[in-house]
């Protein structure tokens, strides 16, 4: 890895801090992170119940951050998968201690807002990612991943499936990974993969773990999100039938002239 790469990700996305008047009518201090954006599930939910075209749509846990890529880093979208589902794990644990509500962190707008008094730690940045991921091949998870590898820290090679594994195991994370081959003559891979997202939802509905909102057929889980890989990239699923897609180079920010009147109840 080039000395200028490893600089631009341990500096990461630019930090900046404003003060905003809260919902509460009180004055925070809000950070925003360049590279990463609150609410894009609350917009998404908006949105979609806009489009008579949606018969149903399932989303994750709001509170996961949108993380995408900095200019010039590269194929690193694995790493930012990994943050994004990192971001749900910090959400739910903030909310656990008394920290902000899911529904106050989407209140933030354009980036990762939050009180001065409780602002939230950083997710991990790509070369901590590394560090972790070898510690978790140290400990014994799905090891044989550094032997095909030959190991990723300070590198730019790809990681997947297996390696996300191995750190969220290593962390206390339960999780599982489910493979859908090459197709039978009963069913195509890729139908099966969709049966498997949607029941993955619909489960959870169905268990009384998520309330409606922005229309009786928009659900709002608290489930989190999907790491997808598939040959060449991986990907991130927020929602079931509706949108599917990797980390773009950059992101504009869609709550700039978009923002949702109110927000959903998670």
């Not at 909102?213 to 991986?234: A, C, F, K």
Request: with cysteine; proline share 6%; charged share 20%.
């Amino acid at each position: 890895m080039p000395s200028w790469l490893r600089k631009l990700l341990m500096a990461g996305g630019k930090v900046t801090v404003r003060n905003q008047i809260s919902a509460s009518g009180r004055l925070e201090r809000v950070t925003s992170i360049a590279n990463e954006l609150d609410g894009l599930v609350s917009l998404l939910a908006h949105l979609s119940a806009q489009d008579e075209t949606v018969e149903t749509a399932y989303f994750c846990h709001g509170g996961v951050r949108h993380v995408f890529k900095l200019d010039r880093e590269g194929g690193f979208c694995g790493y930012r998968n990994i943050q994004m589902m990192l971001s749900f794990v910090q959400q739910v644990a903030d909310s656990g201690r008394g920290g902000s509500s899911e529904e106050e962190q989407q209140r933030g707008g354009g980036g990762s807002g939050a009180s001065e008094s409780a602002v939230r730690p950083r997710i991990p940045d790509i070369l901590r990612l590394q560090d972790m991921i070898e510690a978790a091949w140290d400990q014994g998870f799905n090891s044989e991943a550094r032997i095909e590898t030959g190991g990723i820290r300070g590198t730019r090679k790809y990681i997947g499936t297996s390696e996300a594994l191995a750190l969220f195991l290593s962390l206390g994370l339960p999780c599982e990974a489910q493979a859908y081959g090459k197709a039978s003559r009963s069913s195509r891979a890729h139908d099966r993969l969709l049966d498997g997202i949607e029941a993955y939802f619909v489960d959870a509905v169905a268990s009384s773990s998520t309330s409606a909102g922005w229309g009786d057929e928009i659900y709002r889980t608290r489930l989190p999100p999907v790491y997808l890989q598939h040959p060449g990239t991986s990907a991130f699923i927020r929602l079931a039938h509706v949108v599917a897609y990797p980390p773009p180079p950059s992101s504009p920010n869609p709550t700039d002239n978009h923002a949702p009147s109110n927000q959903a109840t998670p």
